[in-house]
């Protein structure tokens, strides 16, 4: 790390070039889970992200929707904007005064001050999705009708206001409560706001965090059509054309638009990672993430921290995972998979789960050193597409976090091809365990697995014959098993995990020709290089009588072009197999 000028922290604010890093508690705690500014400003580190609410002022937007992967700061990002903006509630004593954990910040002192004026200036409606993930239809409903009832409650006051009629007042009593009709629900947004607008006299400011959590476990449940619909009717009463609104702010994964959600609302701004607006408002910079270091008293691993958690790239500003980054920090510094392990990993586990081989193939070369493939992204994509349009997989692992580009021009033009990447190690592990996982069960679990690994290694033609041919006949599930592509994703997937090498690859130029499977070893003295050439013949053909012999055939070329002379590095050489297939039937030599 590049240490420059040495950071100066004073009055709670440690600052270093153009990077504020906020800790009036001065002990150096960090926030690992908690999403209240409020909370994390008064008692821990934050990374100040507070021009933000100049990005959402300066718009000019009436509604305004940011897309970025989980755990990326969108929360605390949204509760930042509550604490800002809102007059506080006298049934919200968090907000009462919360100037101070403001005055360090950049907004702050933003062109000579002026975003000070908009300090408490409006009231606040807030809520958050991100526990509305129900089972079922009924549970959501369910839910979102507690979900309502607290942000009600919060503003309890109006069931007394003197600005309000009896009837207004009868209105908010009976959705306080929780005991409401489907109807009220739909108009339960758009009447606390206008409520809002008439005691206060003012404009009012939606904020609503994750929106599309309950559209996800819609479609994980079955009652995805329901939550869209409602979801549409809920926002678009409040969103469009409600003289009551000043603006809105919505957080989520994924850009569910294209369909009934937001068809309706034309005045919605949508940002996501493509875009260059806010681009460092989510994610740690390089500046960032030098600071932070600095701060907290470790520059010795920086390293592997850019090599775990860097490479996303957010409009034109490259950024590490906030998650993890907080997180590897917080465990001493210690590199792992902490992003991964934050919640279910939905989104890449249906990928790699359901993906065709053609799919495959393309997963496979992006674990491969430098590996990208090229793609255009439609981020309107929305989940049904996953069963009908195969290029939708790229941009769901986009949205998500699971990809990323450096090609961030023209973000709305659904036709350009972008090289997509993914963007670090942490990452592209997710990725291998969850091929790991599939094709485990492919084989019957890790210990059947294990055994095949073990075979090929060791040189066991038999064994590596009867495992295959084990795995042949009980993956009909898994693989059609039709054309030699099919063995080849098959063989590639079942290679993930070996104990001791690198990850396979497929199809490169070496000695003479193109090999079909190539193993490295880690340590070339212990293990030898696996070279792997398959060979396909169609049932009822001549070649699905003899196997044996084109086993022997494959073996022989792998040998003779000398497909692995490039890895034979160490004393332990090169191990060659010659794979020969038909239907269910499979031979293997090797020598």
């Known amino acids: 790390m590049d240490k420059g000028t040495p950071g100066i922290y004073e009055n709670g604010i440690f600052r270093k070039g153009n990077v504020r890093i906020s800790d009036l508690a001065g002990r150096k705690v960090l926030p690992v889970g908690n999403s209240s500014f409020t909370s994390v400003v008064e008692n821990a580190v934050f990374v100040d992200k507070s021009m933000l609410i100049a990005d959402v002022l300066d718009s000019g937007s009436v509604a305004m929707l940011f897309c970025r992967p989980r755990r990326f700061g969108k929360s605390l990002n949204l509760s930042m904007l509550q604490r800002f903006f809102e007059i506080p509630s006298p049934n919200d004593f968090v907000g009462a005064d919360t100037k101070p954990l403001f005055c360090g910040l950049a907004i702050w002192d933003a062109e000579g001050g002026r975003y000070r004026e908009y300090y408490q200036a409006y009231p606040v409606i807030r809520f958050s999705f991100n526990n509305l993930k129900s089972l079922d239809w009924e549970g959501f409903l369910s839910g979102i009708a507690a979900s309502i009832a607290a942000e009600y409650r919060r503003h309890g006051y109006l069931a007394e206001s003197d600005r309000l009629s009896d009837i207004d007042q009868g209105l908010f009593a009976r959705i306080a409560t929780g005991e409401t009709d489907q109807g009220s629900l739909v108009q339960s947004l758009l009447l606390l706001s206008t409520l809002l607008a008439r005691h206060y006299g003012r404009r009012s400011v939606v904020l609503i965090d994750e929106y599309d959590a309950p559209v996800m476990a819609g479609h994980s449940y079955g009652y995805y059509d329901e939550v869209v619909a409602f979801l549409k009717a809920w926002l678009t009463g409040a969103l469009k054309d409600n003289e009551a609104l000043a603006f809105a702010v919505l957080t989520g994964v994924q850009r569910i638009s294209r369909e009934s959600i937001f068809s309706d609302l034309n005045n919605l701004v949508v940002n996501t990672s493509l875009n260059v607006d806010s681009d460092e408002r989510y994610g740690f910079t390089k500046e960032e993430v030098d600071a932070l270091a600095e701060y907290c008293g470790t520059t010795s691993c920086m390293d592997d921290v850019q090599t775990w958690y860097d490479g996303y790239r957010f409009g034109k500003v490259d950024v590490y995972n906030p998650w993890s980054v907080v997180s590897c920090f917080s ?261």
């Open 331 to 591: 465990q001493g510094y210690q590199t792992d998979v902490y992003w991964g392990n934050t919640s279910s990993n939905s989104v890449i586990g249906e990928v790699v789960r359901n993906a065709s081989e053609d799919v495959l193939a393309e997963l496979f070369s992006l674990l491969e050193q430098g590996g990208t493939i090229a793609s255009p992204l439609d981020l309107r994509v929305v989940f049904p597409d996953l069963g009908v349009r195969e290029e939708a997989v790229w941009s769901m692992l986009y949205l998500a976090g699971y990809l990323t580009t450096d090609d961030t021009e023209f973000p709305n033009d659904t036709d350009v091809m972008r090289l997509l990447r993914i963007p670090n190690l942490e990452v592209a592990k997710l990725f291998r365990s969850e091929i790991l996982q599939r094709f485990s069960e492919a084989a019957g679990g890790r210990d059947r697995l294990s055994a095949l690994h073990r075979a090929l290694i060791c040189g066991e033609a038999q064994a590596v014959q009867e495992e295959l041919t084990r795995i042949m006949l009980s993956s009909a599930s898994f693989f059609d098993l039709t054309r030699e592509n099919s063995y080849h994703m098959l063989m590639l997937g079942l290679l993930f995990g070996l104990r001791g090498y690198a990850d396979p690859v497929s199809n490169r130029e070496a000695g003479r020709g193109r090999f079909d499977i190539l193993l490295t070893p880690c340590e070339p003295d212990r293990n030898p290089a696996i070279v792997i050439e398959l060979k396909y013949a169609a049932p009822d053909t001549p070649g699905a009588a003899d196997l044996a012999a084109l086993a022997t055939a494959a073996l022989t070329q792998a040998i003779d072009r000398a497909y692995g002379a490039a890895s034979a590095h160490g004393a332990a050489g090169v191990q060659y197999f010659g794979v020969a297939a038909s239907g269910k039937n499979v031979v293997v030599a090797c020598a």
